[in-house]
Structure formats: C-alpha cells, structure tokens
C-alpha cells in the first residue's frame, strides 16, 4: 500500500512540475521583450535620486514651484493676447478709440511742413 501511495504520489508531482513547465516556457522573442520592458522600469525607477524620494518637498519649495508655474501661464497668455490683438488690428479698419465716461480726446497739433 505504501509503495502504491508513493507511486501516486510521485506521479502528481511529475503531472505537476510538466504543468508548470508548460506555463513557464518562454520563446526567445519573449524573453527579449521582458528584457525591455525591464529594462524600461530600471530607466523609470532610477529618475529620481534617493535624496529627492526621501527629503519631502518642503511648503516653500511648493510654493516658488506653483508660482513660477503660475508665471509662465500668464506670460503664455499676454503672448497669446498680444498675437490676438496684432491680429484684430490688421483685420478691421481702422476704429477711433472709445473712451470711458468724462475722458476727452487730446489730438495732437498736425505737423506743418
């Protein structure tokens, strides 16, 4: 009876070990692309150094961070703005200016030549 269970016993684990053979055989072709992609991770996880990861970013770090950012937007924008305006300029005729309530026009005197 021993012999028998040892028998099967032996015979799972080789049923077993073919299965997991069959689940980790790998093509060539595969192995390179695993290679890739780990190596794409060690690339990904080595874009910090370890001091930046273990020294949190302090409150006035942050703050001059949002605030260059913050800059660099409205610099975008008066770009931008000034483009539109330029645009605006060369597409209407020309408009007299409007003015605000109790201003008044200052002409200049015509040069006499």
Not at 11 to 26: D, E, G, V
Not at 35 to 62: C, F, G, K, W
């Amino acid at each position: 009876m021993f012999v028998l269970f040892a028998a099967v016993l032996l015979f799972a684990a080789y049923l077993l070990w073919r299965y997991w053979a069959a689940l980790t055989a790998t093509t060539p072709e595969e192995e390179r692309f695993e290679e890739r992609i780990a190596a794409l991770n060690e690339r990904q996880a080595h874009r910090y150094s370890d001091e930046e990861l273990a020294a949190p970013v302090t409150e006035e770090d942050a703050w001059r961070a949002m605030v260059e950012r913050g800059r660099r937007a409205t610099r975008r924008e008066r770009a931008t703005s000034d483009l539109m305006r330029r645009r605006a300029r060369k597409r209407l005729p020309e408009q007299t200016p409007r003015l605000l309530p109790g201003r008044r026009v200052t002409t200049l005197p015509p040069d006499e030549e």
